[in-house]
């Protein structure tokens, strides 16, 4: 089966920055629109950011528009989310996901990860 494998998690204090990585652990992400999720304690999964195949459509949550970048590197393998300025209700695992198309919901999304863990300190 193919799965994503995210690291780049961490304690991390407010104000300042991390970056998440993923990589297919068979398969190559060019083919797939890619997505993070995330969901923090008593919460749903939420969406984050996905980008298309190309590398030139993106979409952010409201939430962490302006602050997190989403982008695609496929020379190696690999999707990136860069957190800038983080906050506290930052806290959550995040997730990454392939998707055939570009959509908001995680329905559209299989071959999840099993997530990295972002905690922020206040």
């Known amino acids: 089966q193919v799965k994503m494998i995210e690291a780049g998690g961490g304690l991390i204090q407010t104000g300042k920055s991390l970056t998440l990585s993923c990589k297919p652990s068979g398969d190559t992400i060019d083919n797939y629109v890619m997505g993070w999720f995330r969901q923090a304690p008593g919460k749903e999964r939420e969406f984050v950011a996905t980008?298309?195949?190309?590398?030139?459509?993106?979409y952010y949550a409201d939430s962490v528009k302006g602050r997190f970048t989403i982008s695609r590197d496929d020379a190696k393998n690999t999707v990136y989310l860069q957190l800038d300025n983080l906050k506290p209700e930052d806290t959550a695992r995040y997730y990454c996901a392939t998707a055939n198309y570009v959509d908001v919901s995680e329905l559209a999304y299989d071959n999840w990860g099993q997530g990295t863990q972002v905690t922020v300190s206040p």
């Open positions: 980008i298309d195949r190309r590398g030139e459509i993106t």
